[in-house]
């Protein structure tokens, strides 16, 4: 069975700081994909990133960032100098690769986290 | 193009009530999922469609919810006799292929109440 644990419930930061999302994940199989997902008051789902489990190279996309580390089941995510629009719930979500017909290909999300920026 | 769209948006129904729920997926998109959204937590799975089989109806809470995708585009989650804990946001979303990579594009959700 996979598990997302996001242990922040909320965060909250002045406009222009940086912030990072914790993320721990559970799972046995040794393929898997980790997505991170913002959901704004709208409520729309929107991704943001995905990491393969095979390739732990850490990147930047834009104000994005992320650190996937393997050795601790972690995929972290960082936005650097923080905008009120980036206020919002961010789910970490975890899907395998292996399994019976359908079921490997579900999302398994964390609770999320409430991020609120202040101007 | 289109996103995924839902309807409605919002549904008031008295428990003991049956509801429909709609979703149209990205025209040509695949894979379908429904997820079950509870104030405050991450969407749970509910069932997947490729095309117009339903392969995984697993994470279904009860036989009073029921779903399907007969001509492989639209869906409708239906639930009978509504109880207050079916109080959630229902997710729809589609993918364009089965293989696990394919990103999940999520609709704006049903906001059911159950008074």
């Known amino acids: 069975a996979q598990k997302v644990t996001q242990a922040q419930t909320e965060i909250s930061v002045v406009e222009k700081e940086d912030v990072t999302l914790d993320c721990v994940y559970e799972?046995?199989?040794?393929?898997?994909?980790l997505f991170w997902y913002k959901q704004p008051p709208s409520g729309e789902l929107v991704f943001l990133i995905r990491r393969n489990s095979f390739d732990e190279q850490n990147e930047i996309s834009g104000r994005y960032s992320w650190n996937f580390q393997k050795s601790t089941s972690s995929f972290n995510f960082t936005i650097t100098a923080s905008q009120v629009v980036d206020s919002a719930v961010y789910f970490c979500?975890?899907?395998?690769?292996?399994?019976?017909?359908?079921?490997?290909?579900?999302?398994?999300f964390g609770s999320g986290t409430q991020l609120t920026v202040l101007p | 193009g289109a996103g995924v769209s839902q309807s409605p948006r919002y549904k008031v129904a008295k428990r003991g009530q049956d509801v429909a729920l709609r979703c149209d997926p990205i025209s040509g998109h695949v894979s379908l999922f429904w997820y079950q959204q509870a104030l405050g937590q991450g969407p749970e799975f509910l069932t997947y469609f490729q095309n117009e089989a339903q392969l995984d109806k697993s994470g279904l809470p009860s036989d009073r919810f029921f779903a399907e995708r007969p001509e492989g585009s639209v869906s409708t989650l239906k639930i009978q006799r509504t109880q207050q804990e079916d109080s959630a946001v229902y997710l729809c979303?589609?993918?364009?292929?089965?293989?696990?990579?394919?990103?999940?594009?999520f609709g704006p959700g049903t906001r059911l109440t159950v008074t």
């Open positions: 799972t046995r199989d040794t393929t898997y994909y």
């Open positions: 979303a589609s993918s364009p292929g089965t293989v696990s990579t394919n990103e999940q594009y």
């Open positions: 979500a975890l899907k395998t690769a292996l399994g019976p017909s359908g079921s490997a290909r579900q999302l398994t």
